[in-house]
């Protein structure tokens, strides 16, 4: 063999060579399978995500949930009690005829009951000037409740605005809901008041209107008496000087 063709030869195998190093190296790059791998990594890298957005509305939720769960930290109930015992007190103070159903059935059965021509004039009297009392003492509780639900009046106005605060400030359901309740006990609170000064003065009313049927029962009575003709006038002898 010569020279040149031992060239040639040579030439022509570097040639081989390096064509299939260059097949080699095409093959070891493979675009598809590049981007599968990079659509693979953004598929985990958004599950990833999601994770961590779930997560934090977990976290919001359980935010959510303690706020939902938290107390006011508001509460009017010892004001609205304090005002509540004090009409109770109030009614409790009652004089003479008070608020028992067996007292008012005794004292009508008595006081209260016809005149009838076996009573003495002075017992008579006496029965009127008792019922005249019963009507100015029924007059004077009635005066005393309306003077102390006045006085709850202030009270009531004050717990109203801060119970009102307190509701639209509330972070939770649970706060909203107390604030709330709370509204509706000052609201039966007041009702309360209003029930015990109808019933203070109903009451007052009643023992008048009582004392009106009374005194003109009596009143026929005495008239009665006036007008039966009696013994009449009797001579008698009496000493006037020793």
């Avoid at 990079?38 to 994770?51: F, G, K, M, P, S």
């Avoid at 997560?55 to 005002?83: C, F, R």
């Avoid at 103070?93 to 021509?117: C, E, L, M, N």
């Avoid at 809901?177 to 009313?205: F, Y």
Wanted: aromatic content about 4%; glycine content about 4%; charged content about 10%.
């Amino acid at each position: 063999m010569s020279r040149r063709r031992l060239t040639m030869a040579v030439n022509v195998l570097a040639v081989s060579l390096l064509a299939a190093g260059s097949a080699r190296a095409l093959i070891v790059f493979d675009p598809n399978n590049y981007v599968q791998n990079v659509l693979t990594a953004a598929r985990e890298l958004q599950q990833i995500n999601n994770q961590i957005v779930s997560l934090q509305n977990e976290a919001q939720m359980l935010v959510n949930q303690a706020k939902n769960l938290a107390s006011l930290p508001y509460s009017s109930l010892q004001q609205l009690q304090s005002s509540i015992q004090r009409t109770q007190q109030l009614l409790a103070q009652a004089q003479r005829i008070a608020y028992d159903v067996q007292q008012i059935d005794r004292a009508f059965a008595t006081g209260y009951a016809p005149a009838t021509s076996s009573q003495s004039n002075s017992a008579l009297i006496a029965g009127a000037h008792a019922r005249w009392q019963n009507s100015v003492a029924a007059l004077q509780d009635a005066l005393r409740v309306q003077a102390g639900v006045v006085g709850n009046l202030d009270i009531s106005r004050t717990q109203s605005a801060a119970l009102v605060t307190s509701s639209q400030s509330a972070s939770g359901a649970l706060q909203a809901t107390q604030a709330g309740n709370q509204i509706l006990a000052l609201q039966a609170q007041q009702l309360a008041d209003l029930t015990a000064t109808v019933a203070a003065q109903g009451r007052a009313q009643a023992l008048e209107t009582a004392q009106r049927a009374a005194a003109q029962d009596q009143g026929r009575e005495q008239l009665r008496r006036f007008l039966t003709p009696g013994r009449g006038y009797q001579s008698s002898n009496v000493q006037m000087f020793h």
